[in-house]
């Protein structure tokens, strides 16, 4: 793959994806900070990683692939090995302050989805993430590289957890 | 909170606002040609300090056969480990991020564990291969030593080493010493930075079930 090439299909990636691998780094982090570096590492790697392409599956898919492989090797790089923080209790400002209070609403609901995700195991946050994309169990299977029912009782559980935390905000 | 409501979260969820660089790409070149020079400019400085080195063992008076041969087994060793490690190193570059995360996984873990392998036999055998280089190189440099070539020319003097036993012990245990710390923080940083993640890789690779 030459330099033109490589620059094209990057720039497709780039355009089509770039806006659901942001909310995977959202999903899969939640720190602000440092959704920005992961997902700048993605795009890194999706840059060095153009030639493996081979077209056996479809581009999109190879992307997910990319981002999730990313961000299971991401907390090395930080150099601490830490989860993310359980006690996180700091929203990120996703909406405009000065926006209405539907959006406002929209905005708080969002940030305790990011906390209530933040607080799954690392897998877990990934599948998530790639579900409320509206993948398909069937894509996320071809990412992930386990079957599709199994995709399924991993999603059933995770959104039970997800609910039982979310619950805890409106007891709040 | 019902469980509608996440799937209503679920709509919101695609608006959360993402980062905008226009000027990544422009961003990724440059880091690409810069990491490549790099690379490249390391190789160089090591062919000029292995040379500057050989040129310089050239221009000294006195060098016996024995310093000759102790050198050599040091440089050969030092480059045939420095080999071994980069081969067996772990690089985020070598790994494709293109397949799926639990064969991923695997082959990251084959990749974390063959690099802890290196601290093992390799690093006994090149400290080894150090003490006897240098030992060899200082038969060859203290002042009453004969050489090896000097002595087969001249069976009969009667002439033998001279070299004090206490000087090899302590350059010996030098190195040992010099050897054995440096496993010690290797050890330590493979503990702390690498076996976490090799245990949560597999952690991951075990959850999944392979297709």
Not at chain 1, 144 to 149: D, H, M, S, T
Not at chain 2, 53 to 57: A, K
């Given at each position: 793959m030459n330099k033109q090439q490589q620059e094209k299909l990057f720039l497709e990636v780039y355009t089509d994806y770039r806006l659901r691998i942001y909310r995977i780094c959202y999903g899969y982090i939640y720190e602000k900070e440092q959704v920005d570096d992961l997902f700048q590492e993605i795009m890194l790697n999706i840059w060095n990683s153009m030639e493996k392409f081979k077209g056996d599956s479809s581009i999109g898919t190879?992307?997910?692939?990319?981002?999730?492989?990313?961000?299971l090797l991401y907390?090395?790089?930080t150099k601490q090995y830490k989860k993310v923080s359980r006690e996180a209790t700091e929203y990120n400002t996703l909406t405009d302050v000065s926006c209405p209070d539907d959006h406002k609403l929209k905005e708080t609901r969002l940030n305790q989805l990011g906390l209530s995700i933040s607080k799954l195991e690392k897998q877990d946050?990934?599948?998530i993430s790639l579900i409320l994309e509206g993948l398909t169990y069937d894509q996320v299977s071809e990412i992930?590289?386990?079957?599709?029912?199994y995709v399924g009782v991993k999603v059933t559980r995770i959104k039970k957890q997800l609910y039982e935390t979310l619950k805890k905000y409106d007891n709040e | 909170m019902t469980m509608n409501e996440l799937d209503y979260l679920g709509k919101i969820w695609g608006e959360i606002p993402a980062t905008d660089s226009s000027q990544t790409i422009a961003?990724?070149?440059k880091l690409d040609f810069f990491q490549k020079r790099i690379n490249r400019l390391k190789v160089v400085a090591i062919i000029l300090i292995l040379t500057s080195?050989?040129?310089?063992?050239n221009f000294l008076s006195n060098i016996t056969l024995e310093v000759y041969i102790g050198v050599s087994i040091i440089i050969a060793s030092t480059a045939i480990f420095i080999g071994y490690y980069l081969k067996n190193q772990f690089y985020t570059s070598k790994l494709d991020y293109g397949v799926e995360s639990a064969r991923f996984a695997h082959e990251a873990i084959t990749m974390l564990r063959r690099q802890n392998g290196i601290f093992g036999l390799p690093f006994l055998m090149f400290i080894l291969f150090m003490i006897a280089g240098a030992n060899i190189m200082f038969m060859g440099m203290t002042p009453d030593s004969a050489s090896i070539s000097d002595i087969a020319m001249t069976p009969d003097s009667g002439s033998g080493s001279a070299n004090p036993l206490y000087f090899h012990i302590i350059f010996s245990v030098l190195i040992a010493l010099s050897g054995f710390l440096g496993l010690l923080v290797r050890r330590w940083r493979i503990r702390r930075e690498v076996n976490p993640l090799i245990e949560e890789l597999s952690h991951f690779e075990n959850e999944q079930q392979y297709e």
């Open positions: 190879w992307a997910y692939r990319v981002a999730v492989n990313t961000a907390n090395r790089k946050r990934l599948i992930v590289g386990i079957k599709a029912n | 961003k990724l070149k080195l050989i040129i310089t063992l």
